[in-house]
C-alpha cells in the first residue's frame, strides 16, 4: 500500500515557475510507473506526466511539451514535476499517482491505484 503525499504547490505568476514533489511512504515505489494528473476549475482530472520504474522513459500531455520535466529519485522515494513558462491555464490541482500493475505506457486514470490528496498551483495572469 503506498501512501502518496504532494507538496510545493502555491501562487506564481504567469512565466515564473514552480517544482512539485511528492514522496512516498510504501518500500514498492522503486518499481511503479508514477504520474502526475491535474484538476482545473470545472474541468476533469486529465493527464500531465508519467515516469517508468527506472526514469529512462517519460511522456508529457501535449499541453505540457517542452515546459513541464518529470523526474523521480528512487533512493528518496520521491517524484518531481519541474514547471516553467507557466500560463494561467496550468492553474489546477495537481495530483500524484502510482501504477504498480502496468508496463510503462497507459494514462488513463483507471490504471493508476494509488493517488495522493493533491496540491493547488495557481498561475495569474
Known amino acids: 500500500q503506498e501512501q502518496l503525499v504532494e507538496s510545493g504547490g502555491g501562487l506564481v505568476q504567469a512565466g515564473g515557475s514552480l517544482r512539485l514533489s511528492c514522496t512516498a511512504s510504501?518500500?514498492?515505489?522503486?518499481?511503479?510507473?508514477m504520474a502526475w494528473f491535474r484538476q482545473g476549475p470545472g474541468k476533469e482530472r486529465a493527464f500531465v506526466a508519467a515516469?517508468?520504474?527506472?526514469?529512462?522513459?517519460?511522456n508529457y500531455a501535449d499541453s505540457v511539451k517542452g515546459r513541464f520535466t518529470i523526474s523521480r529519485d528512487n533512493a528518496k522515494n520521491a517524484v518531481y514535476l519541474q514547471m516553467n513558462s507557466l500560463k494561467p491555464e496550468d492553474t489546477a490541482v495537481y495530483y500524484c499517482?502510482?501504477?504498480?500493475?502496468?508496463?510503462?505506457?497507459?494514462?488513463?486514470?483507471?490504471?493508476?491505484?494509488?493517488w495522493g490528496k493533491g496540491t493547488l498551483v495557481t498561475v495569474s495572469s
Open positions: 510504501g518500500s514498492t515505489f522503486s518499481t511503479y510507473t
Open positions: 499517482a502510482a501504477d504498480g500493475r502496468h508496463h510503462f505506457g497507459p494514462t488513463e486514470m483507471d490504471v493508476f491505484d494509488y
Open positions: 515516469i517508468s520504474w527506472s526514469g529512462s522513459n517519460a
